[in-house]
């Protein structure tokens, strides 16, 4: 058989079109509004807010903008409900705030098509829906119970799919049926990103790149930032870090968990092809222990395929680990060319809910849980209008809650790379 990964690129699939450009650094003004370290959905959210609202705004990448996850994720969106569902959260945070959780998030969707629409951006949206399909039988049975709670906290348009109706949805003998979601959408990151980033800076804010925040110091009037390129005094700072939240700001290292999330893209298939595999051109996932989430290209020609592969940036070991996990769902595209392979880093919180809030005067997005593209585009808008002070549009439901992290963690999540193999096992023998 020929190498299936012959002439494979290691970038992401979607910078063939909307390719990244190394900027050189600016020159940096001396003191601004608001500093925002981090130039990916959530800080370019804030910006746009900040920058529109008269504010100078400066933005600091420490590499070519739209090096990060933002460009490199899978371009899913979704109010996200399966990672603790209805109960999980209510043991948390109580069943109140466990609906204004779970109905604030039914909107996160909605908010991006209505920000694509406003600033005119270009990137592919369309709401495509999701099926997520039951990996075993008895996982079918209780992502029912999920679903009847789902509808009951929220009244979501969704339903369950039964094992003899799979091939409606998807090419597959592989599950037992499955839950079809009607508000889930798809588009474009990289596009998506160049579009905020316009906004921005037609908006009148700076965002420099290759440009890397080495110390953030209080001042009387605020903060004093130095950075590779100088000292920038800021009245505000946010930290929109997420999945490289680093040494510069402990305290948020220490309660997100970096974790490597990859994808590989197909050649183009025949349109017979992706009719059998992906008749109804949703975004997929399942319900397999080492989640994976996959999808039709925009074009609708290729398959896109993703999850947990290697703790390294590692192409060739990631898409292998990746197509064999592909062939577990299509195993037709065994002798399928795997064009592309690359990853990123999302990062978790303790709590498995995102964050968004103030510590030590620093204001900071970030913990999306790999459900970066929806969650960061709105929280990053409502951090903005926090710090414009704008009570009313900045409020959410996921305010004042406690962004915990445990005993000795650092940073380094080492611990996942055996928990994320010991799943595989259990997934192998279907335990």
């Not at 020609?301 to 390294?312: D, E, N, P």
Request: glycine content about 12%; proline content about 5%.
């Amino acid at each position: 058989m020929a190498d299936v990964f012959a002439g494979m690129k290691s970038q992401p699939y979607w910078w063939d079109e909307a390719p990244r450009i190394d900027e050189g650094a600016p020159e940096l003004p001396a003191e601004v509004d608001v500093l925002i370290v981090g130039a990916g959905f959530s800080g370019l959210g804030a910006a746009r807010v900040l920058a529109k609202a008269g504010k100078s705004v400066l933005v600091c990448e420490s590499g070519f903008i739209g090096y990060g996850a933002s460009t490199r994720n899978g371009g899913m969106l979704g109010p996200s409900f399966h990672k603790l569902g209805v109960e999980g959260l209510k043991s948390h945070f109580g069943e109140e705030r466990t609906h204004a959780i779970f109905n604030e998030s039914i909107g996160f969707v909605d908010f991006v098509s209505g920000l694509v629409e406003e600033e005119r951006i270009d990137c592919s949206f369309h709401r495509a829906g999701r099926f997520r399909g039951a990996s075993q039988p008895a996982h079918y049975d209780y992502m029912a119970r999920e679903l009847e709670a789902q509808i009951e906290a929220t009244g979501i348009e969704a339903e369950m799919v039964p094992k003899e109706d799979v091939y409606e949805e998807i090419g597959t003998k592989r599950f037992h049926g499955g839950i079809r979601y009607y508000i889930d959408g798809g588009l474009h990151p990289a596009k998506y990103h160049d579009g905020l980033l316009r906004v921005v800076r037609e908006s009148g804010g700076i965002v420099a790149a290759n440009t890397e925040v080495t110390q953030i110091e209080h001042s009387p009037n605020g903060f004093r930032v130095a950075t590779s390129q100088g000292i920038v005094d800021a009245a505000a700072v946010a930290i929109c870090t997420n999945g490289y939240t680093g040494k510069l700001t402990p305290w948020f290292r220490r309660r997100v968990l970096p974790i490597r999330s990859s994808i590989i893209a197909t050649e183009a298939l025949d349109a017979e092809t992706m009719d059998r595999l992906m008749p109804t051109r949703r975004m997929y996932g399942d319900s397999r222990r080492v989640m994976a989430y996959y999808r039709p290209s925009p074009d609708g020609q290729c398959i896109l395929f993703g999850g947990r592969a290697t703790s390294a940036e590692k192409p060739l070991a990631n898409a292998k680990k990746l197509r064999a996990s592909m062939l577990d769902v299509f195993p037709e595209l065994e002798k399928t060319r795997i064009t592309h392979s690359w990853s990123g880093l999302v990062a978790y919180a303790f709590d498995h809910v995102p964050h968004l809030g103030e510590h030590d005067g620093l204001w900071y997005a970030m913990g999306y849980c790999g459900s970066g593209v929806a969650r960061a585009s709105f929280f990053g808008t409502k951090l903005g209008h926090k710090m414009l002070g704008n009570t009313a549009e900045g409020r959410t439901a996921f305010d004042d809650l406690p962004m915990r992290t445990r005993p000795l963690y650092t940073g380094n999540p080492w611990f996942m790379a055996p928990i994320i193999q010991w799943h595989r096992l259990l997934d192998r023998f279907g335990l």
